[in-house]
C-alpha cells in the first residue's frame, strides 16, 4: 500500500557532493516525520537528520554544516544535500517515513530499500 523509494547514491571523490531524494507514495492520508539514516559497514544504523511536520529539524553532529535536509510536501519527498562528503561518510542510506494510511489512519514507520554513498579517491 506504501512504497518509499530513495534515488540519488553514488561514487564521490572526497570534498564532493550528492544530492539523495526520497519519495513515499500509494494511500498516504498524513505524513508525520521523513528523514535519513545511514548504517556503515560493521556498524549500527544511525540518524542522520529528520524532518518532522512540526518542530525543528535535527542533525547528527557529524553532519551538521555539510548536510541539507529539505522536504516538498506536495510531492511527499525529503531530500538530502550532502556537501564535502568525507570517506567516513561512506554508508547505505536510507528513507525513513512515519505517516498514516488512508484506511487505517494510525501512524506506523516505513523505510526506503536503501541507496549506496560511497566517498572514495
Known amino acids: 500500500q506504501v512504497q518509499v523509494v530513495e534515488s540519488g547514491g553514488g561514487l564521490v571523490q572526497p570534498g564532493g557532493s550528492l544530492r539523495l531524494s526520497c519519495a513515499a507514495s500509494?494511500?498516504?492520508?498524513?505524513?508525520?516525520?521523513m528523514g535519513w539514516y545511514r548504517q556503515a559497514p560493521g556498524k549500527q544504523r544511525e540518524l542522520v537528520a529528520i524532518?518532522?511536520?512540526?518542530?525543528?529539524?535535527s542533525y547528527a553532529d557529524s553532519v551538521k554544516g555539510r548536510f541539507t535536509i529539505s522536504r516538498d510536501n506536495a510531492k511527499n519527498t525529503v531530500y538530502l544535500q550532502m556537501n564535502s562528503l568525507k570517506p567516513e561518510d561512506t554508508a547505505v542510506y536510507y528513507c525513513?517515513?512515519?505517516?498514516?494510511?488512508?484506511?487505517?489512519?494510525?501512524?506506523?514507520?516505513?523505510w526506503g530499500q536503501g541507496t549506496q554513498v560511497t566517498v572514495s579517491s
Open positions: 525513513n517515513v512515519a505517516l498514516s494510511l488512508v484506511t487505517t489512519r494510525v501512524a506506523n514507520v516505513y
Open positions: 524532518f518532522p511536520s512540526s518542530g525543528s529539524i
Open positions: 500509494g494511500s498516504i492520508f498524513r505524513i508525520y516525520s
